[in-house]
């Protein structure tokens, strides 16, 4: 048999080096940016003169580890993925033509992504050819999650079958440049696991260099890996609820994760980032017109109009999503701004339907948006060059400086250098002050109370923050006609704030309720109710009580200061019709009505009810006190619900008790 000729109008035969055959077909290099394919052409013709001819295309790139970051030809990048756990509700299937992968992968670019994990899979032909063609990169799978219903290392078949599909893989996949690296597969378990995959990992190294290996994803972190997945640079690790740093430490912008990466030698992709989620968007069931049926979803629908809610349904998605997106932001962002991480990998873009229904995704399961946040919007904090800034705090007061550090997370090899702007601009679209470099703004002159954004620029990309300035005092003490109390008597008149201290808060007797600042991570169904239990809250910005409190109808950073001093109260066995003034999203599984602020006729008094610790720690409570005392003593405190004194008194334990 002769010997195989490669062509692609000029020959590739005896090329022994990437530099050569670079040479060779043009020196066309592929990546994210510059997705250039070649046609390669092999024909083999036998002694007695038949030909066999196939053509392929493919792009020629390096992809290597340098140092801790990864580098493609020669450049160095950075991972921002999401998963595909193989959810496809109207097949069951993924799909097989190249038009929809495309469909696809350009939904994740548009959110500034670069990657898919496709967990515990290997997608089909034609996501790879989608993939070469519009520059995008694949991290691959066995399709294996050895941990607890079997185990690797042990003996089992799993061990043989796993080198025998990563040898198929590569059979039919190896050669496309969008295939960029490869674990085992997921979260491994067994006594020996380690031993197991380090053999795995040296195995393939020496087989096959296009793509970078790992033990698998999750962990372990072994020697042999020539990159690390693993979950320990992210704001909230398993279990970590209200100790996690989102709803412990005051908001901020400026943890990295330098420490944790200054102890590898190897790039790190953070492991399943966010699991931040939203509340469920029933305008999704009709989507379902295959195999699969959104029972799950009636459930929840149902439960909620049980709870005479269901009008609300919307503005909880709204609102949930809105909480959810900004958990997400600064997830992205600490990964960005820590210098020499490799990437991140979300879990997840779009929404998981499983273990429980694990709604946290900002796309449905249909890569469709769910109208709370546009790619546009994603995209200016997740992107290939995402303007950062570094902020010891977002609520200040006009006695203060504020001040930033910016930066600019760059890996697009087009942009040019150019000198980072900002701007402070008020929610009326006013400027409040500009500058080049860092931001050092003297407040004394910023109208307070109110909300700003932070708005930094780097050649047409823009990221913006919002902060908060206060006055540094504001007058919270009652005046005439007002009375500030812990307890309602039963002969209470007049106008009466009632503040009721948190602790006295009667909580559920089974699923409790347990608030923090961040949305719920993951579900609590699967993770048997972590904190926080709730999706932030939802208000009306334009209610009188909120008119010296700037506000949006969600959850933002500067509650932060009142949600973690404040405890929810179980609204249910008040008439269904009732709205709290501030409503807290409740988890979908128990839909109870919820709120922190109420007003009502109780008895013969005019009552604002609060269960916030507003004292005078922060300014943020500063100015919520007084937002309320100003509207109770004006003409637009007119309580229109009527309440029995013993419904509100369910709501508390009497002093002493719990």
């Not at 500034?112 to 989608?130: D, K, M, Q």
């Not at 799978?141 to 198929?168: C, F, H, L, M």
């Not at 929610?427 to 708005?455: E, F, H, Q, W």
């Not at 990309?461 to 908060?468: A, H, I, R, Y």
Request: one cysteine or more.
């Amino acid at each position: 048999m002769k010997t195989p000729q490669t062509s692609s109008g000029a020959t590739g035969a005896g090329a022994t080096s990437d530099q050569v055959i670079v040479s060779s077909f043009g020196g066309k290099l592929w990546d994210e940016f510059s997705p250039n394919l070649l046609t390669l052409s092999v024909t083999i013709e036998s002694d007695d003169g038949i030909t066999d001819t196939r053509e392929f295309r493919t792009g020629m790139r390096e992809f290597k580890a340098d140092g801790t970051q990864f580098a493609i030809n020669g450049r160095k990048t950075f991972i921002r993925g999401t998963l595909d756990c193989c959810i496809y509700p109207k097949t069951g299937h993924p799909p097989t033509d190249v038009a929809e992968w495309k469909r696809i992968i350009g939904v994740a670019k548009a959110h500034g992504l670069n990657l898919i994990r496709f967990h515990l899979w290997c997608p089909p032909e034609a996501a790879f050819v989608a993939a070469d063609e519009l520059g995008f990169y694949f991290h691959v799978e066995a399709s294996s999650w050895a941990n607890q219903s079997t185990t690797i290392g042990d003996g089992k078949p799993v061990d043989k079958w796993i080198y025998e599909e990563t040898d198929r893989i590569l059979k039919y996949y190896g050669n496309h440049p969008s295939f960029i690296l490869m674990p085992y597969g997921n979260e491994p378990g067994g006594k020996n696991h380690k031993a197991y995959l380090a053999k795995w990992v040296d195995h393939y190294k020496a087989l096959d260099s296009r793509r970078l290996w790992t033990s698998g994803a999750g962990w372990p972190e072994l020697p042999e890996n020539q990159w690390h997945n693993v979950p320990g640079p992210r704001i909230q690790s398993w279990g970590g609820g209200l100790k996690s740093r989102i709803n412990a430490k005051p908001p901020e912008t400026t943890t990295d994760y330098r420490d944790y990466i200054s102890k590898r030698n190897v790039p790190v992709v953070s492991h399943e980032i966010g699991q931040w989620c939203v509340y469920p968007n029933f305008d999704e069931i009709k989507k379902y017109t295959g195999y699969l049926k959104p029972k799950n979803f009636e459930i929840f629908r149902d439960r909620l109009a049980e709870h005479g809610m269901l009008d609300q349904a919307r503005d909880f998605l709204l609102a949930s999503g809105k909480l959810q997106t900004l958990c997400y932001k600064e997830d992205i962002e600490s990964a960005l701004r820590t210098p020499g991480m490799g990437g991140f990998e979300l879990l997840d873009l779009h929404d998981f339907p499983g273990q429980g229904t694990a709604l946290v995704g900002v796309l449905d399961p249909f890569w469709e948006e769910k109208g709370y946040v546009t790619p546009k919007e994603y995209s200016r904090f997740c992107n290939s060059t995402v303007p950062l800034a570094r902020l010891a705090k977002r609520v200040f007061t006009t006695d203060e400086t504020l001040e930033a550090t910016l930066e600019v997370a760059r890996y697009n090899p087009t942009m040019k250098d150019a000198e980072i702007t900002w701007k402070l601009v008020g929610d009326d679209g006013r400027v409040a002050a500009s500058g080049k470099g860092n931001v050092s703004i003297d407040l004394k002159a910023v109208p307070a109370p109110a909300r700003y954004k932070l708005v930094a620029s780097f050649v047409g990309f823009e990221n913006d923050w919002d902060v908060w300035v206060y006055p540094p005092t504001v007058d919270t003490q009652p005046t005439a006609g007002v009375k500030i109390v812990e307890e309602l008597t039963a002969d209470a008149t007049g106008k009466i704030l009632l503040l009721v201290p948190p602790s006295r808060v009667k909580n559920a007797a089974k699923d409790k309720v347990v608030m923090g600042f961040s949305s719920i991570f993951w579900n609590t169904a699967w993770t048997h109710r972590q904190p926080p239990t709730t999706l932030g809250i939802l208000c009306d910005p334009k209610h009188p009580a909120l008119a010296d409190f700037p506000t949006d109808f969600h959850s933002n950073w500067q509650w932060w200061y009142l949600i973690t001093q404040a405890a929810p109260m179980i609204l249910d066995d008040l008439p269904q019709t009732f709205r709290p003034t501030v409503q807290v999203i409740d988890d979908w599984f128990t839909a109870r009505k919820l709120g922190l602020v109420f007003e009502a006729n109780i008895g013969k008094a005019k009552v604002v009810v609060c269960s916030i610790a507003l004292d005078d720690s922060n300014p943020v409570a500063r100015q919520f006190r007084a937002s309320l005392l100003r509207y109770m003593t004006g003409e637009k405190f007119t309580p229109t619900p009527t309440l029995e004194p013993s419904a509100v008194e369910k709501l508390f334990a009497q002093r002493g008790l719990p």
